[in-house]
């Protein structure tokens, strides 16, 4: 099995890529989402930047429970 790391029979490198993956496609739906509403520029700037920085918190998050530790500063692909 090349290119796997199974722990308890779950594919740990399929799970990272799904997060990501999930994430990256939720963001972008929430940003285009963003583009709709009729905000001044520095109004989407704001918003824009706290999505960001909320779904970036939620990967680390479920990578840190799939990883069982700290993900911070690593690579993860």
Do not use: F
Request: net charge negative; proline share 0%.
């Amino acid at each position: 099995m090349e290119g796997r790391i199974d722990i308890n029979g779950l594919d740990l490198i399929g799970l990272v890529s799904l997060a990501k993956k999930r994430t990256r496609k939720y963001t972008a739906i929430a940003l285009g989402d963003i583009d709709q509403l009729d905000l001044t520029e520095d109004q989407r700037q704001a918003v824009r930047k706290i999505i960001l920085d909320n779904m970036n918190e939620l990967k680390r998050t479920i990578l840190r429970d799939i990883l069982g530790g700290d993900v911070e500063g690593s690579t993860v692909y």
